[in-house]
T-cell receptor, first 113, second 113 residues
Framework: AQRVTQPEKLLSVFKGAPVELKCNYSYSGSPELFWYVQYSRQRLQLLLRHISRESIKGFTADLNKGETSFHLKKPFAQEEDSAMYYCALRINMFSGGYNKLIFGAGTRLAVHP | DTAVSQTPKYLVTQMGNDKSIKCEQNLGHDTMYWYKQDSKKFLKIMFSYNNKELIINETVPNRFSPKSPDKAHLNLHINSLELGDSAVYFC????????????FGSGTRLTVV
């Protein structure tokens, strides 16, 4: 079954502390994973794609196929990082390139001063 | 210069009514989607259209009918609204392959009373 699991509903840290938001996936095909961020009552914004291996706002994420994980990390959390974070897996539907994103349940990150 | 725009932003209506949500994208993307975010913040795909053609229908009740007059627009019409339809509905778009992820609209908060 295709599934994205984010085990933590809430992650609460102090400013300056390291952050790791966990994401595990289940998919028989070649996985393509994303992290999206949703600030309070705003649209979802793409944060990272595993393919690009970039660092955005200090966040990084590495795809670990052995552990089927794509954890999001930041060494020093800032108050403005407080938001809802979603891990997403792109599922190829059939030929033609059609696909859909399936999301984990999300983790709320709360960074306290 | 909004990339994916939805109207209205808020919608409060009574049970049994019929309502529509409109979505437009100016990114030149081929594919558009509707996602539902429930009260627990869980995101689930409802529909996907590619160049005005229905690609994905995720076992959504028949009361929900998407319409795509052209590839830049995907509207959602809901008949006989029920309390359980209360949610935030997000429109999104992508290129067919979706390798760069999806661009989301700001959402429509639907409240059925």
């Amino acid at each position: 079954a295709q599934r994205v699991t984010q085990p933590e509903k809430l992650l609460s840290v102090f400013k300056g502390a390291p952050v790791e938001l966990k994401c595990n996936y289940s998919y028989s095909g070649s996985p393509e994973l994303f992290w999206y961020v949703q600030y309070s009552r705003q649209r979802l914004q793409l944060l990272l794609r595993h393919i690009s291996r970039e660092s955005i706002k200090g966040f990084t994420a590495d795809l670990n196929k052995g552990e089927t994980s794509f954890h999001l990390k930041k060494p020093f959390a800032q108050e403005e990082d407080s938001a809802m974070y979603y891990c997403a897996l792109r599922i190829n539907m059939f030929s033609g390139g059609y696909n859909k994103l399936i999301f984990g349940a999300g983790t709320r990150l709360a960074v306290h001063p | 210069d909004t990339a994916v725009s939805q109207t209205p932003k808020y919608l409060v209506t009574q049970m049994g009514n019929d309502k529509s949500i409109k979505c437009e994208q100016n990114l030149g993307h081929d594919t558009m989607y509707w996602y539902k975010q429930d009260s627990k913040k869980f995101l689930k795909i409802m529909f996907s259209y590619n160049n005005k053609e229905l690609i994905i229908n995720e076992t959504v009740p028949n009361r929900f009918s998407p319409k795509s007059p052209d590839k830049a627009h995907l509207n959602l019409h809901i008949n006989s609204l029920e309390l359980g339809d209360s949610a935030v509905y997000f429109c999104a778009s992508s290129q067919v392959a979706g390798a760069y992820g999806y661009t989301f609209g700001s959402g429509t908060r639907l409240t059925v009373v």
